[in-house]
């Protein structure tokens, strides 16, 4: 009797499920995310599919491929054998919203015989589906970059208006409800006093430095936080990037920037793209401006190595007055004499500028003799530092008035802390309800922090007088004629910008009135110290 055969049935298409939602909110909400489980999973049964594989992106934009879930599946699509044979989608733009990336995809997954199927945009194999699908995303694509476009307009207008639209606050602030707006709440940013007190001594320890330490870098201005136990917001240490982003955050004198860098590529935008809302100041306009001022004459790349580190007195400040160029040392006679050279003629011959040498002695001499009796003379002086003397009185009275606030601060702290241990000796309180442990931990927390703000703080500003201003001109006067160390050098480039030498007898000295006022105070300071 000739044998039967019974024909085997091939197996179920095994299929793996992608659910994605755009935004966190949706993601919470619970109803986005199960829909699409459950339209998908019934898709599969009718079809008599088996779901073997489920991949979840909670909140996360198709418009890239930085999302955990997605390459998850890629990866397992590519691999030999695959545990899948086809990948579900709700609609194309959940996979993705790039034309380009969305092709590159597919046909990676095609080659390893992974299908990409969409529930609601059925289409075959053939040229026109394929064509069909490459419109449906590049639509996608389109509608995407529309929807960032209008949604980055709203968020700019919101800014502009002083709303915060999200993210974390910079360190001295919080955020608070602004009042709702429609559906929406809007929200401000709002001045944390104990983390604006950090952000002040940062402030002022770049500005005027500690006791007669003298204004300070952000290294040491890291160093000083972390060896006073000043803790950043989640109670770590300082590092010097965290140092120099207060140092240079505009939000902190009341001019907070938004769509400042790309949130893809991290690229610095340009300034007209930025939005520019108010925030609540806690730097005077004044102060951030002159630390602008001093950070950029600090940094390396403003001067080269040489200049910064040469032994020339007057190294990237000398200039050619006749050509503009800058001048350089020149030597002769074996190195015996020194003279300050126009490059410009030394690089392209004497046709291109007439200057001549000059010894450097003699210019070196002439622009300390100026310094020294005509700049530092107390006349001129006066005058030029008359609103110095009112500055530093007034910075001594914001002084007192903060040290003031401080020490209320730990009085009032210690005053509830007594009333509340009283409470528990009397019976009236357990002392064992987590409700008062953690009330008790925050009042010793607000107690400490302000002890810590009173200890770290910066001497009081010492206050400029006639007298005191006469003094410190002498000590400066003396600094100019002591031998040529690096502090000389520093001192005449803070007081000196520009020296524009026109021929062996006639210069052109300029400065920066803030330089000045700014090298007078730290000598006040040093000076009051040491008296």
């Not at 590159?104 to 299908?115: E, G, Q």
Request: with cysteine; proline share 5%; glycine share 6%.
């Amino acid at each position: 009797m000739a044998g039967s055969s019974q024909a085997s049935t091939p197996p179920a298409p095994r299929v793996a499920l992608y659910l994605r939602v755009s935004t966190d909110r949706q993601a919470e909400s619970d109803l986005s995310i199960p829909d699409q489980r459950r339209q998908m999973t019934a898709y599969a049964l009718t079809k008599g599919w088996t779901v073997t594989d489920e991949f979840v992106e909670p909140g996360l934009t198709a418009t890239d491929e930085k999302r955990p879930a997605f390459q998850a599946m890629i990866d397992a699509g590519l691999t030999k054998p695959p545990p899948f044979d086809k990948i579900l989608v709700h609609s194309f733009s959940r996979f993705f919203r790039d034309q380009f990336q969305f092709e590159f995809y597919v046909r990676k997954l095609d080659r390893n015989h992974v299908r990409l199927i969409s529930i609601t945009q059925e289409l075959g194999d053939d040229p026109m589906s394929l064509m069909m699908r490459q419109i449906m995303t590049l639509f996608d694509e389109y509608q995407s970059r529309e929807n960032a476009k209008h949604t980055l307009r709203a968020m700019k207008e919101n800014a502009r208006q002083g709303f915060w639209n999200g993210s974390r606050p910079p360190f001295g602030y919080r955020v608070v409800d602004a009042g709702r707006r429609g559906e929406k709440m809007k929200r401000r940013l709002e001045i944390d006093p104990e983390q604006a007190e950090a952000v002040r001594l940062i402030f002022r320890l770049a500005l005027r430095g500690s006791g007669s330490l003298g204004p300070m870098g952000v290294k040491a201005i890291a160093a000083y936080l972390n060896d006073r136990g000043v803790a950043t917001r989640d109670g770590g240490r300082w590092g010097n990037g965290n140092v120099h982003h207060i140092l240079t955050c505009p939000t902190y004198m009341g001019e907070h920037h938004f769509n400042v860098r790309s949130f893809k590529t991290g690229e610095r935008k340009a300034p007209d793209e930025h939005a520019i809302g108010v925030a609540p100041p806690i730097i005077e306009r004044a102060t951030f401006e002159e630390l602008q001022t001093l950070l950029k004459r600090r940094h390396p790349k403003s001067r080269a190595e040489r200049i910064v580190s040469g032994s020339v007195l007057l190294s990237g400040v000398a200039y050619c007055g006749l050509c503009g160029g800058p001048m350089h040392l020149a030597s002769g006679k074996d190195g015996r004499y020194r003279y300050y050279a126009c490059l410009s003629r030394a690089s392209d011959g004497p046709a291109s500028c007439g200057q001549v040498r000059v010894r450097m002695e003699v210019v070196d001499a002439a622009v300390i003799n100026f310094l020294e009796t005509q700049l530092l003379c107390p006349p001129l002086l006066t005058e030029l530092m008359a609103d110095l003397v009112d500055h530093t009185d007034q910075g001594a009275k914001q002084y007192r008035r903060r040290e003031l606030d401080l020490r209320k601060r730990m009085e009032n702290a210690e005053l509830r802390l007594a009333r509340l241990y009283a409470a528990v000796e009397a019976g009236v309180l357990d002392a064992d309800d987590p409700q008062l442990k953690d009330r008790i931990a925050d009042l010793k927390h607000r107690r400490d922090n302000a002890r810590h703000q009173t200890l770290q703080d910066p001497a009081s500003p010492v206050p400029m007088t006639p007298k005191s201003l006469e003094a410190v001109a002498l000590v400066v006067r003396r600094s100019l004629r002591a031998d040529d160390s690096g502090f000389r050098r520093e001192l005449v480039r803070a007081l000196v910008q520009r020296v524009e030498i026109n021929s062996r007898t006639e210069l052109s000295i300029s400065g920066d009135r803030n330089e000045l006022l700014r090298v007078m105070k730290a000598a006040n300071s040093e000076d009051a110290a040491l008296r």
